[in-house]
């Protein structure tokens, strides 16, 4: 591996940065901004747009710099849609005056996004989707409805795609746009969830008005564009490093410590062998951030979302029984509409329940076993009888 | 495929080992596994292991002498390689899927180790340990292999230079030239062919590595060291043997998913690859995903091991208790999947559960090694 771009020229620009913005007496979204034009927001995007085409793994100087100096952060919870799954789909299909206009708010936190996929008739089978957008002139028409829409209550745009030829198979005949979601016909309707608050929505699209400006990748090829998506959503590894006990058995094991009276023999056995998954889990990815490292990015980090998402459902589950008298109360039932999903500042209740997302969300763990399957171990495919059908001629 | 190991990031905030492959192991892996699938294929193994002499020593000569794999923890100067875990680990892993019967783990792995931790710069322990990096002669560790620990290790007792007592279940005792025998009096080297050394084999679940109990009735031998260096010497080669041994159970396991995944392409049945039903889908996909674990797991253990890192004996407890479940459980699948044929002799399937199994109690089982972990991590039992 041949280093091209230095730490210490990062350095040196991140200091600059720091020596013309003091994070104390700098506005955050004006210092964020200024981190933007300088290129050290993501440096591994291309020079204009908040990067320096340098080496993804540099990143970790400017973080570590940065917040040595007590630099704002652009709080990558709260617009996590547009940051792992939006920006690099209008990086690589975006012309450059998308890529103007929408790559910098969208880093900077000012323009939340979110992402209008999931209908109530296709899920796991996303390409089976039937919101249709019709060809007006310059602009489209789209009706249809969303559904699960994380964030659309806060999301300035959305990503879209929607059906625009009913007569070729389904996944030819799917565009893929961007979404403003202050336009007229877009209503978003609270859908609460498990956890008692509404994270997610339903979202009505009714005859909302699309320039064709603001289509990502040609007409009828959206399935390939919700590709790059899909592969983002997964594989959200950044190569940052998690510390021992870093993810949710850091909460658990701090409990255990701090309050011996909780301590039981059955407990003990399942808490070890969690915090074993959980260090070997944390391994895995850094061999996976090693690999990138390396350039040589293997298929794992599609898998780890699997591992990841089995651990914080046992593991907190095992900290609700834990809890014991204490794991049978929550903290508030009250419908809110959170702008993110907080896992370390609510309480064990809320985690248990909060967790069992995590194997739906971002596509099933059935649906990525599948994948893992048939594209890293390369075993036969399952049957298919909606290959070469007419989506209109699909059976609904 | 080849790997170039990474330089290090400036500013790495954690200390980290590589847990990926250098191309010089790559080329050692490509060494040990062509001499493997020529020396050792599945009929062999098995033909092997029904023999009066478990060992092939062409196969052994080949590995230990001409590759140079049994030097490999050996400094140069001592006659050995020079090289570290991370090295010997790779063998381990194509040793593990091959079950080669050779006493690679026991004898240039453990008893190297304990020799080694002597740290003696001449005398007869430098003399063996040259002997055993060249592949010359074999050394056996006479602790039960189940021991995880040196105070686990049932001393024999020495008075005057005799040596008196019995040990079970040792792991290649039987084909070893030496044995290394903790004794209430230090360490003492002992020959097999000594008189008053009586080594009886022991049917063993693990047909490719063979145990025997060693009976000691007034035997002389070498003292290579006193009790206060005996202990400390005995534990560092159980801990590496036991963070080496997590890179053997990766191989096994790999094997029998590579297998697994091969036969249920091409078997049939309701006129489909069986395969192709996703209930196996899925659980070999989980498969992957516990290897994909273990790797990085027994890379680790390899690499702490090799930095002298004070979390080594974490990382190496950390890898066997994940990865001695991965190997028994991609075994069992690897039967259950083959169906009948999986259950059949000729198919060497049961080998690797065999040796999986044997493996999850050799240097302490999962649950002891999480009895390590509570320990070094502060989560104390109630
Ligand atoms: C918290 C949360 C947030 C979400 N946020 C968003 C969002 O912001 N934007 C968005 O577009 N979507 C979002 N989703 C939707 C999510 O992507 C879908 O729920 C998911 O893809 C599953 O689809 P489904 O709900 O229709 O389930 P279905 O596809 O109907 O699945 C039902 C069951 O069948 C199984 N199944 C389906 N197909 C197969 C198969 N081929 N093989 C084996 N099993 C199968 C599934 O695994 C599941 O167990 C969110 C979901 C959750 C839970």
Redesign the interface.
């Known amino acids: 591996m041949t280093v091209t771009f230095p730490a210490a020229e990062i350095r040196r620009r991140t200091r600059e940065l720091l020596a013309a913005h003091p994070p104390a007496t700098t506005d955050r979204t004006e210092f964020l901004k200024a981190r933007f034009d300088a290129g050290l927001a993501w440096i591994h995007y291309p020079v204009g747009l908040g990067g320096l085409d340098a080496p993804r793994f540099l990143q970790h100087v400017v973080d570590s710099e940065l917040a040595e100096a007590g630099a704002p952060d652009n709080d990558p919870r709260r617009i996590g849609i547009g940051l792992g799954m939006a920006a690099p789909t209008v990086l690589r299909y975006g012309t450059d005056e998308q890529k103007e206009r929408f790559l910098r708010p969208l880093w900077v936190g000012e323009e939340v996004w979110c992402q209008l996929f999931s209908e109530p008739g296709a899920g796991s089978d996303l390409a089976a989707l039937g919101t249709r957008a019709v060809r007006d002139g310059d602009s489209w028409v789209v009706d249809g409805q969303k559904v699960w829409t994380s964030s659309a209550h806060v999301a300035r745009w959305a990503i879209l795609i929607a059906r625009t030829d009913p007569d070729l198979p389904k996944h030819r005949g799917i565009s893929y746009f961007i979404c403003d979601m202050t336009d007229p016909g877009v209503e978003v309707r609270p859908l609460r969830q498990i956890t008692g608050e509404a994270e997610f929505n339903e979202v009505f699209l009714t005859g909302v008005r699309i320039p064709d400006s603001r289509r990502l990748g040609p007409v009828g090829d959206g399935w390939k564009v919700a590709q790059t998506t899909l592969m983002n959503e997964r594989v959200s590894i950044g190569g940052a490093r998690i510390p021992r006990e870093g993810g949710m058995i850091g909460t658990v094991a701090r409990t255990w410590r701090e309050r011996p009276e909780l301590r039981t023999h059955d407990l003990h056995q399942r808490l070890l062998t969690l915090w074993v998954e959980a260090e070997v889990a944390r391994l895995s990815g850094e061999r996976l951030r090693q690999q990138l490292m390396a350039g040589q990015p293997g298929p794992e980090g599609s898998a780890m979302k699997l591992a990841f998402a089995r651990l914080n459902q046992q593991i907190s589950g095992l900290e609700v029984e834990l809890l014991g008298e204490e794991g049978l109360l929550y903290s508030d039932w009250t419908m809110n509409r959170p702008e993110l999903v907080d896992f370390t500042g609510r309480d064990a209740g809320y985690r248990y329940l909060r967790s069992k997302g995590n194997s739906i969300e971002g596509g099933t763990s059935e649906v990525l076993l599948n994948i893992v399957a048939e594209r890293v171990l390369g075993l036969p495919p399952e049957p298919r009888n909606d290959k070469d059908v007419a989506w209109k001629d699909l059976s609904r | 495929?080849t790997?170039?190991?990474?330089?290090p990031?400036?500013?790495e905030?954690?200390p980290?080992p590589?847990?990926?492959y250098s191309e010089d192991e790559e080329d050692l892996r490509a060494a040990v596994r062509a001499l493997l699938a020529d020396r050792a294929d599945a009929p062999g193994v098995i033909a092997r292991v029904e023999s009066d002499t478990p060992y092939d020593p062409r196969l052994w000569k080949a590995l230990a002498a001409d590759i140079g794999a049994a030097g490999l923890l050996v400094p140069e100067k001592l006659g050995g390689q020079g090289a570290s875990y991370r090295e010997a680990a790779v063998v381990l892993e194509e040793l593990g899927r091959s079950v080669a019967p050779v006493p690679y783990l026991t004898s240039s792995v453990v008893a190297t180790e304990v020799l080694l931790a002597l740290a003696a710069q001449d005398g007869p322990v430098v003399e063996l340990l040259g002997e055993l990096a060249a592949g010359r002669r074999t050394a056996a560790l006479a602790v039960p292999f189940s021991a995880p620990a040196a105070d686990e290790a049932q001393p024999a007792s020495a008075v005057t230079g005799r040596l008196e007592g019995t040990v079970t279940g040792v792991a290649d005792a039987a084909t070893a030239d030496v044995l290394l025998v903790p004794t209430t009096d230090g360490l003492y080297a002992v020959e097999t062919s000594a008189d008053g050394v009586t080594v009886e084999p022991l049917v063993a679940l693990d047909l490719t590595r063979p145990l025997a109990t060693v009976v000691l009735d007034g035997a002389t031998g070498v003292r290579v060291a006193d009790a206060a260096s005996a202990v400390p010497a005995v534990g560092r080669g159980l801990l590496v043997g036991a963070g080496l041994l997590a890179s053997e159970q990766l191989g096994i396991a790999e094997w029998c998913?590579t297998e697994t995944?091969r036969y249920?392409?091409e078997r049939h049945q309701f006129n489909?690859?069986v395969?192709?039903f996703?209930s196996?889908?899925?659980r070999?996909?989980?498969l992957?995903?516990e290897i994909?674990?273990?790797?990085?797991?027994a890379?680790?253990a390899a690499g702490e091991l090799a930095t002298g890192s004070p979390d080594a004996p974490l990382a190496v407890a950390?890898a066997q208790?994940?990865c001695s479940g991965v190997a028994v459980h991609a075994a069992e699948e690897c039967v259950q999947l083959h169906g009948g044929i999986g259950m059949t002799w000729e198919h060497p399937a049961h080998l690797y559960l065999k040796r999986a199994k044997a493996d999850s109690i050799a240097y302490g089982t999962a649950?002891r090694h999480?009895?390590v972990?509570?320990e070094l991590?502060?989560?104390?039992?109630?």
């Open positions: 495929m790997a170039q190991t990474p330089q990031a400036q500013d905030p954690i980290m590589v847990l990926l998913l995944v249920t392409r489909r690859p395969g192709s996703q196996l889908k899925h070999m996909a989980q992957w995903l994909v674990s273990a790797r990085a797991a890379r680790n950390v208790a994940y649950g999480r009895e972990i509570a991590v502060e989560l104390p039992a109630p």
